[in-house]
C-alpha cells in the first residue's frame, strides 16, 4: 500500500469555483502535512502547513482528520492561476522521508 | 539567491555514460533530499542525507546509483552507465533539521532534467 494517495484528477473548473483535493496516507503514527503545488516543469513549492485544528490562508483552507487519516485542501474563488498540481505531503514519524502524493491536476478554465 | 542550487539543469547522455547532478542546499541547511520525478508521474524519494552520512536510501535503485554529501561542497547523485529510463527530473530538497520538527519542511531547488539517448 502506497504511504500517500491522492485523486489524480485531472479537476477543471470554471473561474470562481470552489474545488477540494483529498488525500489519505496509510501511516497512523504520520507526524507532519503538508500541501505543495508544482507548475509544468517546475519544482514544488510549499503551499502551505497543516495543522491538526485546520488553517486558512487566503483563499486556501487545509483540515487534517486523524481518524480517518486524510487531509483536505480547499479552494474557494478559484483563479486562472491557481491552475498547477498539488500534491500533499506526508511525514513520518521516523522523520527521515517527505513522503509525496502524486498529486492532483487542477485546471480552471475562464 | 540563497535557495536550492542544482545544476546542470538540463543534461544529455548517452546510454552507458556517466551523469553527474550537483545540488547545494539553502545556507544553513544540512539535510538534503534528491527526488526523482519520471514524466507524468509523481515524486518519488530517493536518498536522505545529512553531511558525510547517508542517513536514508531506501529508495535508490540498488545498481548504478549512488550519492554523497561531502562535509565540504554540494551533495552529488551520481549515476552511472545511464539508460533510457533513468530520463526524468531529478529534484533536490534540503531542509534545516529533520522533518521530526513541527512545522519542518523541505524547500527545493529547480531540478536537473537528464535525457538519455
Known amino acids: 500500500r502506497k504511504e500517500v494517495e491522492q485523486d489524480p484528477g485531472p479537476f477543471n473548473v470554471p473561474e470562481g469555483a470552489t474545488v477540494a483535493f483529498n488525500c489519505t496516507y496509510s501511516n497512523s503514527a504520520s507526524q507532519s502535512f503538508f500541501w505543495y503545488r508544482q507548475d509544468c516543469r517546475k519544482e514544488p513549492k510549499l503551499l502551505m502547513s497543516v495543522y491538526s485544528s485546520g488553517n486558512e490562508d487566503g483563499r486556501f483552507t487545509a483540515q487534517l482528520n486523524r481518524a480517518s487519516q486524510y487531509i483536505s485542501l480547499l479552494i474557494r474563488d478559484s483563479k486562472l492561476s491557481d491552475s498547477a498540481t498539488y500534491l500533499c505531503?506526508?511525514?513520518?514519524?521516523?522523520?527521515?522521508?517527505?513522503?509525496f502524493g502524486t498529486g492532483t491536476s487542477l485546471t480552471v478554465i475562464p | 539567491n540563497a535557495g536550492v542550487m542544482q545544476n546542470p539543469r538540463h543534461l544529455v547522455r548517452r546510454r552507458g555514460q556517466e551523469a553527474r547532478l550537483r545540488c547545494s542546499p539553502m545556507?544553513?541547511?544540512?539535510?538534503v533530499y534528491w527526488y526523482r520525478q519520471l514524466p507524468e508521474e509523481g515524486l518519488k524519494f530517493m536518498v536522505y542525507l545529512q553531511k558525510e552520512n547517508i542517513i536514508d536510501e531506501s529508495g535508490m535503485p540498488k545498481e548504478r546509483f549512488s550519492a554523497e554529501f561531502p562535509k565540504e561542497g554540494p551533495s552529488i547523485l551520481r549515476i552511472q552507465q545511464v539508460v533510457r529510463g533513468d530520463s526524468a527530473a531529478y529534484f533536490c530538497a534540503s531542509s534545516s533539521r529533520t522533518g521530526l520538527y513541527t512545522g519542518n519542511t523541505i524547500y527545493f531547488g529547480e531540478g536537473s532534467w537528464l535525457t538519455v539517448v
Open positions: 545556507k544553513g541547511h544540512s539535510h
Open positions: 505531503v506526508v511525514i513520518p514519524n521516523t522523520g527521515n522521508q517527505f513522503y
